[in-house]
């Protein structure tokens, strides 16, 4: 062990000092432990590296060069030139490329320490064959170097492969890559004899982190001569660690002389201590049998045996017989010894305890006990608790079995109240033990009495328990790993927690087997009273579907009658293989039956939603399911990221195959709501996917669906097929499914094909020889199966590890000289197939073939890949080597089935993980052919480590845990922008329905509550709340939600909008709102795009460096800041390279490449629709042209043809860019002209097609000034292109805005399609109004920008140099503080009688004088309820008093006012005032008399229109002394022009005639007043225009848009804010809600009732006595069902 190693050993070891302390006597210097400790700390901070702490080791990730390979083969590599780093990097590359395979970072450092070592030895040796001095001088330098790799041979080379390929199994046969490795070594050594370094050689074992033994444990202590005193007897060891030192400085050249000196220093410090002689003899032959002698001191080195419970026992056994614990037996003085090293005392105090327990002869173990402390200990406590175990297990006797679950039974579970009670037991049973294990007083170190009174709590437990003999029996049982724990015991054995009867653990050298047989089902009578559904019997629709069926199977038997008779919510739980794709089928067949009406399927009235938890499963879903739906006529198609569906394709699907993600980014947009409404059945494969990343997503769409089920009242069906799973009664409850009729679990005896497993864990620890060791039991169980006349299949987890190992097995095959086996030459079909090998571009393949070998993976082309699966499934190739592609996407099953490693990278976590259960099981699925075989067999290779971990997995130990929390911020903020959540009670709600919720109640503690917590409050309704209120508080500081946390209420943003629809992170919006600019270049803006999170765990890896390097020069024309060593310039050069459509060689760049890009489209336009909402011109367009360079991978700065992929070759294209010739210079030439140019007629005539072809329009607009501050714009764009269906699809869409350049801001977008039907109607309009601003700017922009293709926009400019703007308006007319006139100023008492109130109001009382006392025409423009009908009658009156003979003209324009006018009046002011009233509109005209009596006519716009065209021929138009007009401010809508007409008129009868009328308009306030008064002929004192503020009862006006472009959608969208304004705003008080359309009153007001329901509250609208209220509205036939349903919640219907 070197000293280095010695001074950074650890502190749990225990020190020399509990063996200095017994040498103290009675009036001796106590030897001084802290100034020990002090000195010991001093030296490891010499010894540690500068800045560094183990803690910054543990938790920061070794940068490029911090690494102890880098440190080793390049000394003083901060010194070192960036030559010899780079080459360093470059020789990682080398390795990595010699082993053709990807290696996690650890691993392959440790090959390449491997490789680095073989090549200087081997060329070492070659030199000393011919001579030659090692190395050269170092004078030579690096050329010398480089010319002595240039000299080696061939022969040489093959030599070098050789021994490599030994230590590190099979490597590439390219020489070219070993002659590089060879160069790159030479280099680092010349850079090591540079600085006189001896090359280092490491042979050292390298297993898995031990804890090293503690500065000086090692030291042979001697006992000094008798006489010695504590001052020799120190300065005799430390002159033992100075020798020590000085021996292992050889093999540690790399010890700091300030550690020697510092050492050498302790050698000073004088303790005079006498020493007791006999303690010197025991300290002597404690020296002279070795540091680390056996128990009891009778062991000698290298015979000791492991230091376990046992060895415990018998050593006390012993100390017990030479009278050792002060009388106490061996089971108690062995309970005392664990209680006192349990303690959390010290070394030196349990020293000194232990050493007054067992006496002066037990020394030596007192050694081993502090030692081996923690091991002991926590033998001791595992060794307990399953002693606990086995003893409750015992107790319950054959209620174990009376527990078991009989699988696709009833299942039976407790009730929440039995398993609390149960829980409640087990804390008192707890806290009884407890107290008894304190009796005693706690002592039991200060004497005998104290020994004894400390155990004898749990020495009565344990002697009852068979002693401590049976203690030590259950810890070696529990020692035998979780593997023996769960080989089951018989039939009484759990399912879901042991393995089955008959598993057997075998271990060989370097690995260790486990195999599990096949669970055969059950025989005898149970098996023979299972009846399977025959096909015929089915329904005849249904049948179609199961062409080519006989009978269901006995799973899909067992639940026929509740998928296909029922409609309830199902967990199917069951292997994979077992056939629940057709459990599904069998519901979906229940739905199209539903849907049959009068013999006729009505498709459009429902819709089937499939989520698999893949791409590449939904795929083959699709094809499955839609092919065997044809005959039915049911369209099924896929819709996940590759795979995009129109929304006429949508609404023309029946059934829809989607992933998570996909579903939920459909189902969170409101525009998306009136399809997902149609979902009747939700079928969610492999549900069991709750516990992985993509849980969240999974339980957001359960509670989303079931949500919609409870407001809407509507029957969705929820299906859910998982495999076997421990904890399926709460995932069912989760699913709102039946414990006793809709949940099934079957267990592994129902797989069609049994299965047998073996889980082997290889436990080499080196590398090279862990990776061939696999190879090799890879290449037996493959041969095996051959044997038996079976195939196989080897899953990897590359695509170049395919060939690779594909190779080793060929290899080995034909060293074993068991080719043969292999060999499909005696097939009577190789001959025929050989030739369609032969014909394939892909070499490796057809080599394989012919020793009977095959690849598979996803980067094969699609012909090779068919033709693998056609050779496999003939028979011809025997064994074939695959990545899991195959066991998700095809359906190609084998006999045997080997997974080959369980690492594999993920760019998700940055680096690599374990292959998950899912993947496990799809690959297991393959496993046995239905047709053929009997049984299959699965085999899993992996590290020893990970053995008990997939075990685990398939006896199914670990439950179904939430991760819902982790993305609780995310889902809150998309549930709020769909409206579903507007305030916390109703998050707290939607919480509930969530999985999470199940497993809190279940599980506290893991979601950090306590059982406490659980029974105080059984809903979690606090802690629902509490996280509620967290995530809302962090979404208001992003900015994605507005929270009000008095009110509790959750208002959406624009920016929560955008990260909800294109599925934003919440850690990437904050990382958005901190570094988005105004103004940003593209470099600025690809860094902070490499800055979202969803990239977080990137990351850089040492071998990428050189790879990383190449490409930030060739392939990345913007800057990259951080470099490659940075992951923000990693993501960065990955963008730009995929941008580039670089060469990518790394298998991990290219995953991470993969990774990038899949998230890449979505961020950018996200991005660019927050730039958009925020208005910020200039980074919108540069944001927008990035999402389409991203979407075409075409830089903006490269010719915009390339667009036209596959019309233009490289070359024409390249001609093009070179010589500058753009669109509008190409646009300007012809044919000819461009032939000269690019050297090419036929490649002219082809660019000037394509010129013609890219899209462009043409803008013109026309302004008019609304206002001076309101601009309206006229939009003509005519687009002039040539369309062509291949380039341009069925439409074309254009973001058009109106920018301000000075201003950088933008004041109106437009989102324009134009499709091919538009495009031959020539020129398109689009009117909108933007805003202007004084002083005016010099002009505004007007962009259309396309946005699909890049380069194609267009720009027009407004100009405002000769605009005019309308006059300034005077301003409003103040509302003067003057006391309320009272009724009696009219002076008229039968006019006072006309009003029941004493006092006009404010704005009455101000116009009084005007119109009751002077013939003025008035305008009188104010808000709607001031009071201004009143104020007609004020003029009415005055026309009556003073022009009896004159009529009064009311015009009202709807028939709606005209009634309304006719009612009031007709009741009160008419009769008491003597007058008669006729009404005037197209529903009713009244005969000449009448309106010649009438002193009132009121009438609508157009009737008068009519009456008064005839003027001259009648009289009464011509007695017209008052006209008022009621709504003027409509004169800008449809019936402007006839109110026109109609005043032009009658004050052309007033001139003619020579009576004056008084024309008095009312408005609301209006803008341009003077202009409407100018017209009227209204002078100053007669205009009255007051603020829309000026309100005698004072209005709250909240506005809150929403987007979206269809109607219905938007409309459905705003029901739920609208039911929360009820609530906030008028809880008590009536409420008027108006809509746009008839049909939208019934669907509001049915929608205001579902949530009133919803709420609990369904009356709350209802605010009268239950008997009252029926009476009021029950007996009335007339009305209509949704009418009559709407008034008994309180809600009614106009329109």
């Given at each position: 062990m070197a000293f280095g190693e010695i001074l950074g050993a650890s502190l749990e070891v225990p020190r020399v000092t509990s063996t200095l302390r017994v040498l103290v006597r009675d009036g001796g210097r106590p030897f001084d432990v802290d100034q020990q400790l002090l000195q010991r700390k001093q030296a490891l901070a010499l010894r540690s590296p500068a800045g560094a702490t183990s803690a910054d080791a543990r938790h920061v990730a070794p940068a490029v060069g911090a690494t102890s390979l880098a440190q080793r083969l390049v000394p003083e590599w901060e010194k070192a030139p960036a030559s010899v780093r780079d080459a360093y990097e470059s020789f990682l590359v080398a390795v990595q490329s010699l082993l053709a395979t990807e290696l996690p970072s650890a691993d392959l450092h440790e090959a390449a320490g491997v490789a680095f070592d073989c090549i200087d030895q081997q060329l070492g040796a070659r030199r000393a064959e011919k001579g030659e001095k090692e190395g050269g001088e170092?004078?030579?330098?690096?050329?010398?170097?480089?010319?002595?790799?240039?000299?080696?041979?061939?022969?040489?080379?093959?030599?070098?492969?050789?021994?490599?390929?030994?230590?590190?199994?099979?490597?590439?046969?390219?020489?070219?890559?070993?002659?590089?490795?060879?160069?790159?070594?030479?280099?680092?050594?010349?850079?090591?004899?540079?600085?006189?370094?001896?090359?280092?050689?490491?042979?050292?074992?390298?297993?898995?982190?031990?804890?090293?033994?503690?500065?000086?444990?090692?030291?042979?202590?001697?006992?000094?001569?008798?006489?010695?005193?504590?001052?020799?007897?120190?300065?005799?060891?430390?002159?033992?660690?100075?020798?020590?030192?000085?021996?292992?400085?050889?093999?540690?050249?790399?010890?700091?002389?300030?550690?020697?000196?510092?050492?050498?220093?302790?050698?000073?410090?004088?303790?005079?201590?006498?020493?007791?002689?006999?303690?010197?003899?025991?300290?002597?032959?404690?020296?002279?049998?070795?540091?680390?002698?056996?128990?009891?001191g009778g062991s000698k080195e290298g015979e000791e045996g492991p230091r376990d419970l046992r060895w415990l026992h018998q050593s006390c056994v012993q100390a017990a017989q030479w009278g050792g614990g002060a009388q106490l037996t061996a089971d108690e003085l062995s309970l005392a010894v664990l209680k006192l090293m349990q303690s959390p005392g010290s070394g030196d105090e349990v020293a000194g305890e232990l050493f007054n327990l067992v006496g002066d002869q037990g020394f030596e173990f007192i050694q081993q006990l502090l030692q081996h402390r923690k091991a002991l200990v926590s033998a001791a406590q595992s060794a307990l608790s399953a002693l606990k175990e086995a003893m409750d297990s015992d107790a319950a006797g054959s209620g174990a079995s009376n527990s078991h679950i009989r699988h696709g039974a009833r299942v039976t579970v407790q009730t929440e109240s039995e398993k609390q009670l149960e829980k409640l037991r087990k804390k008192e049973d707890k806290r009884i033990?407890?107290?008894?294990?304190?009796?005693?007083?706690?002592?039991?170190?200060?004497?005998?009495?104290?020994?004894?009174?400390?155990?004898?709590?749990?020495?009565?437990?344990?002697?009852?328990?068979?002693?401590?003999?049976?203690?030590?029996?259950?810890?070696?049982?529990?020692?035998?790993?979780?593997?023996?724990?769960?080989?089951?015991?018989?039939?009484?054995?759990?399912?879901?927690?042991?393995?089955?009867?008959?598993?057997?653990?075998?271990?060989?050298?370097?690995y260790e087997e486990v195999h599990v047989p096949p669970v055969v089902a059950e025989g005898g009578a149970g098996r023979a009273q299972e009846k399977l559904v025959k096909v015929a019997e089915m329904e005849p629709f249904a049948q179609k579907a199961f062409e080519g069926f006989q009978t269901l199977n006995r799973i899909q038997s067992r639940i026929y009658q509740r998928a296909f008779y029922s409609n309830e919510n199902l967990l199917v739980c069951a292997p994979t293989g077992a056939g629940k794709t057709n459990i599904a089928m069998i519901t979906v067949l229940h739905e199209v039956g539903a849907n049959f009406k009068n013999g006729v399927l009505q498709k459009n009235d429902f819709k089937v939603v499939y989520v698999a938890p893949m791409k590449a499963l939904a795929a083959e879903m699709a094809a499955a399911f839609g092919r065997r739906l044809a005959p039915l006529g049911l369209a099924v198609r896929e819709l996940t990221g590759d795979m995009q569906l129109t929304k006429r394709e949508m609404e023309e699907t029946q059934m829809i195959v989607t992933t998570p993600e996909k579903w939920d980014v459909i189902t969170r947009k409101s525009s998306d709501v009136s399809m997902a409404s149609l979902v009747r059945l939700l079928v969610i494969d492999e549900v069991h996917l709750l516990n992985d990343d993509r849980g969240p997503v999974i339980e957001t769409l359960v509670a989303r669906t079931l949500r919609q089920v409870e407001s809407s009242q509507s029957m969705i069906r929820i299906v859910g097929l998982s495999a076997t799973l421990p904890n399926y009664t709460e995932v069912a409850q989760f699913l709102r499914v039946n414990l006793d009729t809709g949940l099934f679990y079957f267990d592994a005896s129902y797989r069609p094909v049994p299965l047998s497993q073996q889980y082997i864990g290889v436990s080499e620890p080196n590398f090279a020889r862990r990776n061939t060791l696999m190879h090799e039991i890879a290449y037996e169980k493959a041969m095996n199966a051959v044997k038996n006349g079976k195939q196989a299949m080897v899953f990897v987890h590359s695509r170049k590890d395919t060939v690779k190992t594909a190779r080793i097995l060929m290899e080995t095959a034909q060293r074993n000289g068991e080719v043969e086996l292999f060999n499909p030459q005696e097939q009577p079909q190789y001959k025929l197939m050989e030739k369609d090998v032969q014909r394939s571009r892909n070499r490796e393949l057809g080599e394989l073939f012919q020793a009977g070998f095959g690849i598979h993976h996803a980067g094969m082309l699609r012909p090779d890949r068919s033709l693998t699966e056609k050779l496999f499934s003939m028979g011809l190739v025997k064994v074939l080597v695959c990545t899991a592609t195959l066991a998700w996407g095809v359906n190609l099953p084998a006999h045997?089935?080997?997974?080959?490693?369980?690492?594999?990278?993920?760019?998700?976590?940055?680096?690599?993980?374990?292959?998950?259960?899912?993947?496990?099981?799809?690959?297991?699925?393959?496993?046995?052919?239905?047709?053929?075989?009997?049984?299959?067999?699965?085999?899993?290779?992996?590290?020893?480590?990970?053995?008990?971990?997939?075990?685990?997995?398939?006896?199914?130990?670990?439950?179904?845990?939430?991760?819902?929390?982790?993305?609780?911020?995310?889902?809150?903020?998309?549930?709020?922008?769909?409206?579903?959540?507007?305030?916390?009670?109703?998050?707290?709600?939607?919480?509930?329905?969530?999985?999470?919720?199940?497993?809190?109640?279940?599980?506290?503690?893991?979601?950090?509550?306590?059982?406490?917590?659980?029974?105080?409050?059984?809903?979690?309704?606090?802690?629902?709340?509490?996280?509620?209120?967290?995530?809302?508080?962090?979404?208001?500081?992003?900015?994605?939600?507005?929270?009000?946390?008095?009110?509790?209420?959750?208002?959406?943003?624009?920016?929560?909008?955008?990260?909800?629809?294109?599925?934003?992170?919440?850690?990437?919006?904050?990382?958005?709102?901190?570094?988005?600019?105004?103004?940003?270049?593209?470099?600025?803006?690809?860094?902070?795009?490499?800055?979202?999170?969803?990239?977080?765990?990137?990351?850089?890896?040492?071998?990428?460096?050189?790879?990383?390097?190449?490409?930030?020069?060739?392939?990345?024309?913007?800057?990259?800041?951080?470099?490659?060593?940075?992951?923000?310039?990693?993501?960065?050069?990955?963008?730009?390279?995929?941008?580039?459509?670089?060469?990518?060689?790394?298998?991990?760049?290219?995953?991470?490449?993969?990774?990038?890009?899949?998230?890449?489209?979505?961020?950018?336009?996200?991005?660019?629709?927050?730039?958009?909402?925020?208005?910020?011109?200039?980074?919108?367009?540069?944001?927008?042209?990035?999402?389409?360079?991203?979407?075409?991978?075409?830089?903006?700065?490269?010719?915009?043809?390339?667009?036209?992929?596959?019309?233009?070759?490289?070359?024409?294209?390249?001609?093009?860019?070179?010589?500058?010739?753009?669109?509008?210079?190409?646009?300007?030439?012809?044919?000819?002209?461009?032939?000269?140019?690019?050297?090419?007629?036929?490649?002219?005539?082809?660019?000037?097609?394509?010129?013609?072809?890219?899209?462009?329009?043409?803008?013109?607009?026309?302004?008019?000034?609304?206002?001076?501050?309101?601009?309206?714009?006229?939009?003509?764009?005519?687009?002039?292109?040539?369309?062509?269906?291949?380039?341009?699809?069925?439409?074309?869409?254009?973001?058009?805005?109106?920018?301000?350049?000075?201003?950088?801001?933008?004041?109106?977008?437009?989102?324009?399609?134009?499709?091919?039907?538009?495009?031959?109607?020539?020129?398109?309009?689009?009117?909108?109004?933007?805003?202007?601003?004084?002083?005016?700017?010099?002009?505004?922009?007007?962009?259309?920008i396309s946005d699909n293709w890049l380069s194609s926009s267009s720009t027009h400019t407004i100009s405002f140099r000769h605009l005019i703007l309308p006059e300034r308006h005077p301003p409003h007319t103040e509302l003067l503080n003057l006391r309320p006139l009272p009724v009696t100023a009219l002076g008229d008492p039968q006019a006072v009688s006309l009003y029941g109130f004493s006092h006009f109001n404010p704005i009455q009382t101000q116009a009084f004088h005007t119109l009751y006392h002077t013939d003025h025409s008035v305008l009188l423009g104010a808000p709607t309820g001031s009071g201004k009908t009143i104020s007609a009658e004020l003029a009415m009156l005055r026309l009556f008093r003073t022009q009896p003979g004159m009529k009064v003209i009311y015009i009202a324009p709807l028939k709606a006012l005209v009634r309304e006018r006719m009612e009031d009046w007709g009741k009160n002011f008419m009769p008491k005032l003597g007058k008669c009233m006729v009404e005037l509109t197209g529903d009713l005209t009244p005969d000449m008399k009448l309106l010649v009596a009438a002193d009132v006519i009121v009438a609508t716009p157009e009737k008068w229109d009519g009456i008064t065209r005839s003027w001259h021929n009648r009289s009464y138009a011509q007695t017209v002394g008052l006209m008022v007009m009621d709504e003027i401010h409509l004169l800008g809508q449809d019936r402007g022009p006839v109110l026109e007409v109609i005043v032009s008129r009658m004050r052309y009868i007033s001139a003619r005639t020579a009576r004056p009328i008084r024309f008095l308009g009312l408005s609301t306030a209006l803008a341009n007043a003077r202009d409407l008064a100018d017209w009227l002929g209204i002078e100053r004192v007669g205009l009255f225009n007051f603020k829309p503020s000026v309100r005698p009862v004072p209005l709250d006006v909240h506005i809150q848009g929403y987007p979206g472009k269809f109607y219905c959608p938007r409309m459905n969208a705003m029901n739920k804010p609208l039911y929360a304004a009820i609530l906030t705003h008028s809880p008590v008080k009536p409420v008027l809600v108006f809509v746009s359309s008839r049909r939208q009153t019934r669907l509001t007001a049915l929608d205001l009732i579902q949530y009133a329901a919803a709420d609990e509250r369904p009356r709350q609208f209802v605010h009268a006595g239950r008997r009252r209220w029926r009476s009021t509205w029950r007996w009335h036939p007339q009305q209509s069902s949704s009418t009559r349903c709407s008034l008994a919640s309180g809600c009614t219907t106009l329109g």
């Open positions: 170092a004078s030579g330098g690096l050329a010398a170097a480089l010319s002595e790799a240039d000299s080696l041979s061939d022969s040489d080379l093959g030599s070098i492969r050789s021994h490599l390929s030994t230590l590190l199994g099979h490597t590439s046969p390219d020489l070219a890559l070993l002659r590089r490795a060879i160069s790159l070594t030479l280099q680092l050594l010349s850079w090591q004899r540079t600085h006189h370094t001896k090359p280092h050689h490491h042979h050292q074992n390298r297993s898995a982190p031990h804890q090293e033994p503690m500065f000086g444990s090692d030291l042979p202590f001697q006992v000094p001569a008798a006489g010695l005193d504590g001052n020799q007897l120190l300065q005799q060891f430390w002159e033992e660690v100075r020798a020590r030192t000085q021996a292992r400085a050889q093999v540690d050249s790399q010890v700091d002389s300030q550690v020697e000196a510092q050492v050498a220093a302790q050698v000073d410090y004088q303790v005079p201590v006498p020493v007791p002689a006999q303690a010197q003899e025991q300290v002597r032959e404690h020296i002279l049998t070795g540091a680390d002698g056996g128990a009891g033990a407890r107290a008894a294990a304190k009796t005693g007083g706690g002592g039991g170190v200060g004497g005998p009495g104290g020994g004894r009174g400390g155990v004898e709590g749990e020495l009565a437990w344990l002697l009852g328990a068979g002693g401590f003999s049976a203690l030590v029996e259950a810890g070696e049982n529990r020692g035998g790993g979780v593997i023996d724990a769960l080989i089951g015991t018989g039939d009484d054995a759990v399912p879901v927690r042991a393995l089955p009867v008959g598993t057997k653990r075998k271990t060989y050298k370097g045997t089935v080997i997974i080959k490693g369980t690492q594999l990278y993920d760019a998700k976590v940055g680096g690599f993980r374990e292959l998950g259960m899912l993947d496990v099981m799809q690959i297991f699925g393959r496993a046995g052919r239905p047709q053929f075989d009997s049984s299959g067999e699965g085999i899993i290779i992996t590290a020893h480590n990970q053995l008990a971990h997939y075990l685990r997995l398939m006896t199914h130990q670990m439950p179904i845990e939430s991760q819902f929390v982790a993305m609780l911020k995310d889902n809150l903020n998309a549930e709020v922008v769909l409206g579903t959540v507007t305030n916390v009670k109703e998050a707290s709600a939607w919480l509930g329905y969530t999985y999470l919720f199940v497993r809190m109640q279940a599980n506290p503690l893991a979601y950090g509550m306590t059982w406490q917590d659980v029974a105080m409050d059984p809903g979690l309704v606090a802690r629902r709340q509490a996280l509620i209120t967290e995530a809302a508080r962090s979404l208001d500081r992003a900015k994605m939600m507005r929270f009000d946390e008095r009110s509790g209420q959750l208002y959406v943003t624009e920016l929560g909008r955008v990260a909800s629809h294109f599925y934003i992170r919440y850690t990437s919006v904050e990382t958005y709102n901190e570094l988005l600019r105004r103004h940003m270049s593209e470099s600025e803006i690809v860094d902070l795009i490499a800055r979202s999170s969803e990239f977080e765990n990137i990351v850089v890896r040492e071998e990428e460096m050189p790879e990383l390097f190449t490409l930030r020069s060739k392939c990345c024309p913007l800057d990259v800041k951080g470099g490659p060593e940075d992951k923000i310039g990693k993501i960065n050069i990955l963008i730009q390279v995929y941008l580039s459509r670089g060469f990518l060689d790394s298998f991990s760049l290219i995953a991470d490449t993969a990774y990038v890009s899949a998230s890449l489209g979505r961020i950018v336009r996200a991005l660019f629709e927050i730039a958009l909402k925020r208005g910020w011109c200039s980074l919108a367009a540069s944001l927008l042209e990035m999402a389409k360079a991203v979407d075409q991978r075409i830089w903006p700065h490269q010719h915009p043809l390339r667009q036209f992929e596959g019309v233009l070759t490289q070359e024409v294209l390249f001609k093009l860019e070179d010589r500058g010739l753009d669109l509008d210079r190409l646009c300007d030439m012809d044919d000819n002209e461009i032939a000269a140019i690019i050297r090419s007629p036929y490649a002219a005539k082809l660019v000037s097609q394509c010129v013609s072809q890219f899209p462009y329009l043409e803008l013109d607009a026309h302004i008019s000034p609304i206002t001076r501050t309101v601009l309206q714009v006229t939009l003509y764009v005519t687009p002039t292109f040539q369309w062509k269906e291949r380039f341009h699809g069925n439409s074309q869409r254009w973001w058009i805005w109106v920018e301000d350049s000075e201003n950088e801001h933008i004041y109106h977008t437009e989102y324009f399609i134009l499709s091919k039907k538009m495009m031959a109607q020539g020129t398109h309009t689009l009117s909108f109004t933007i805003p202007i601003f004084e002083p005016l700017p010099p002009q505004y922009y007007v962009r259309a």
